[in-house]
T-cell receptor, first 111, second 114 residues
Framework: DAKTTQPTSMDCAEGRAANLPCNHS???????VYWYRQIHSQGPQYIIH???NNETNEMASLIITEDRKSSTLILPHATLRDTAVYYC????????????FGKGTLLTVNP | DAGITQSPRHKVTETGTPVTLRCHQT?????MYWYRQDPGHGLRLIHY???????DKGEVSDGYSVSRSKTEDFLLTLESATSSQTSVYFC?????????????FGQGTRLTVV
């Protein structure tokens, strides 16, 4: 499985964009990048995923570099409710859909 | 929210007793997972299933067994609970790999082994 590297923690001001980076330099050509978040003591929540093109949905945007070795999750207008641990995951290849989480980034949105 | 129900939500048990946690889904998804979460470790995969009666080990499977006799239920059993298995357990489901679908998580079961 491709490993991911994320900063341990980040801060963001309420109303500003939050940009969360992720390195996945060993990603394979057929592996997708997924982002999840976990708000305190709740189950993780899916945010977005992509292969090589940039993606946007109602929650966030995902920017993947051309060489696919890194990506950035963008929350365009962070709110206090976006304070959470954000996980960047590269989906395992092979015949089984195994999801392996790292330690993620704790994003704290400050008023 | 995806139809995932974990039971029980909270449990306190004594060391050496057997414990079974249940994950029930109403989405007819093929893949099901059990994770544990501990401070400083994040989410760690215990076991997962890729179909009825098809299961495989994750990174922290020692001391745990699973069973999946029907699509909607995935059971996690601690044959003889130990204090090191005190944790929050999350179940997750996802659709067919070819569709590259996201995973949905349950609300968790807080297990305390005393």
């Amino acid at each position: 499985d491709a490993k991911t590297t994320q900063p341990t923690s980040m801060d963001c001001a309420e109303g500003r964009a939050a940009n969360l980076p992720c390195n996945h330099s060993t990603i394979s050509g057929n592996e997708y990048v997924y982002w999840y978040r976990q708000i305190h003591s709740q189950g993780p929540q899916y945010i977005i995923h992509g292969l090589k093109n940039n993606e946007t949905n109602e929650m966030a945007s995902l920017i993947i570099t051309e060489d696919r070795k890194s990506s950035t999750l963008i929350l365009p207008h962070a709110t206090l409710r976006d304070t959470a641990v954000y996980y960047c995951i590269v989906r395992a290849g092979g015949s089984n859909y195994k999801l392996t989480f790292g330690k993620g980034t704790l994003l704290t949105v400050n008023p | 929210d995806a139809g995932i129900t974990q039971s029980p939500r909270h449990k306190v048990t004594e060391t050496g007793t057997p414990v079974t946690l249940r994950c029930h889904q109403t989405e007819n998804h093929r893949y099901m997972y059990w994770y544990r979460q501990d401070p400083g470790h994040g989410l760690r995969l215990i076991h997962y299933s890729y179909g009825v009666k098809d299961t495989d080990k994750g990174e922290v499977s020692d001391g745990y067994s699973v069973s999946r006799s029907k699509t909607e239920d995935f059971l996690l059993t601690l044959e003889s609970a130990t204090s090191s298995q005190t944790s929050v357990y999350f179940c997750a489901i996802s659709g067919d790999r070819a569709m590259n679908t996201e995973a949905f998580f349950g609300q968790g079961t807080r297990l305390t082994v005393v």
